[in-house]
């Protein structure tokens, strides 16, 4: 069992930034691949970026790619999103998941049912 818990979500104005937490607790963290999705109401849940159990490999959807950076600190059992120039259309509950370490090598990353465990997600707001 992986246990993850998000943090650093909340109110901000359009062009401004964010740093999204999950921390893990559990299962050594470095054995799984993470992801952050989000959900906005109305919508299904999206994929945002992935990062590789050794954190040498980045996968983002194309609205995020250049303004948004996946990282993680095995050490920390943490992984990070960096978000930059926030748009309204950013608005959602972020979720960060945790799935097998072979999931980032194929487009299975994308599908958030390929994915074991999840947070309770956290709330960004971007206000134009």
């Known amino acids: 069992q992986v246990q993850l818990a998000e943090s650093g979500g909340g109110l901000v104005q359009a062009g401004g930034s964010l740093r999204l937490s999950c921390a893990a607790s559990g299962r050594t963290f470095s054995g799984y691949a993470m992801a952050w999705f989000r959900q906005a109401p109305g919508k299904e849940r999206e994929f945002v970026a992935a990062?590789?159990?050794?954190?040498?490999?980045?996968y983002y959807e194309d609205s995020v790619k250049g303004r948004f950076t996946i990282s993680r600190d095995n050490a920390k059992n943490t992984v990070y999103l960096e978000m930059n120039s926030l748009e309204p259309e950013d608005s959602a509950v972020y979720y960060c998941?945790?799935?097998?370490?072979?999931?980032?090598?194929?487009?299975?990353?994308?599908?958030?049912?390929?994915?074991?465990?999840w947070g309770q997600g956290t709330q960004v707001t971007v206000s134009s």
């Open positions: 998941a945790a799935g097998l370490r072979t999931l980032t090598y194929s487009t299975r990353k994308y599908n958030p049912s390929n994915y074991d465990y």
């Open positions: 990062i590789s159990w050794s954190g040498g490999n980045t």
